[in-house]
């Protein structure tokens, strides 16, 4: 969530003070989700230096360790992972722990970061998140959310339904 302090601070001069108002609400009352969540989820500054956005993340490659990080955090079975990842066990195990994944599986495992730090932020915990994953849903037809890992449509559709959990939005 911004700093209200600092988005305070910013007000453009000669903006009315109503409808300043009204965009500090809405800053206020629906907080957008923020790269560090994500950058969390994947190591932080820790593993990942210092912040960069996430398609320059993306396009120099994540560190392997931000892939153990991952997996350690989310509680994803290996096989889903690398599955979803198209890459094999053996493929990562030649990685060293600092060397660079290629920029196509740094981009899911981004995406898929951001799955779960959206799920957490909705279910306060990726315990609850999971759990969720794992039972069936009548948005997907009676199917688990958790079938759906398999490709980034699949991804975006769970996102989706996520958004409209989030804004109390019924199937």
Known sequence: MPNLFEVHAQRPAGLANHIWKI?????????????????????????????????????????????????????????????????????????????????????????????????KEIFNSLEYFNEWLNRPSIDFHGEKPIELINTRRGIDEILRTLGRIEHGILA
Request: overall charge positive; cysteine-free.
């Open 23 to 119: 965009f500090v609400s809405f800053i206020e009352n629906f907080p957008v989700m923020t790269k560090n969540k994500i950058t969390d989820l994947l190591g932080g500054s820790k593993v990942l230096g210092k912040p960069k956005d996430l398609d320059d993340l993306a396009e120099e490659g994540l560190p392997k360790q931000s892939l153990v990080f991952f997996m350690t955090q989310v509680n994803l079975d290996e096989r889903r992972l690398f599955n979803y990842l198209d890459v094999t066990k053996r493929t990562l195990d030649n990685y060293k722990p600092k060397e660079r994944l290629r920029l196509y599986i740094s981009d899911r495992l981004i995406h898929l970061a951001e799955l779960y730090a959206k799920g």
